[in-house]
């Protein structure tokens, strides 16, 4: 089974990698270019576990090790 | 209009931060996981530009800096 955990600073949270980026955008003459947030993208496979099963566990993966909860947000989608 | 891009290893391409991920997720306990891939996902806030337009730009900024294409793949969604 894979799964894909979409992991984002919260809002609110300054993101400099974000913000150098736009700038660099900006340089290439993207000027058209608002905003750009960074964030990390996670594909796991996983053995086949009992979906019930699966949807705790990955949530403490990600609240234990794979973000940051006081200033990352997290979301997931189980593909079969 | 926000874009959602999502940028990943090409298949092949040696993965450290997703093995590392991998194995601290078995020192946790979740030994059913099998391999992890770590990638990066990006959202950008773009001013209202005809879409027709909007795709080239899209795919030519991720050459250019959001991507390495030699090694990383790249897909994006465009949301309104």
Do not use: W
Not at 30 to 48: A, C, L
């Amino acid at each position: 089974m894979r799964v894909k955990i979409y992991v984002t600073l919260k809002e609110g949270i300054l993101d400099p990698q974000g913000k150098a980026v736009k700038h660099s955008l900006h340089s290439l003459g993207y000027t058209s270019v608002e905003d750009v947030r960074v964030g990390k993208y996670i594909e796991i496979e996983i053995d086949d576990t009992a979906k019930e099963k699966l949807d705790p566990q990955i949530k403490e993966m990600c609240n234990k090790l794979l973000s940051n909860p006081i200033i990352e947000d997290f979301r997931y989608e189980i593909e079969k």
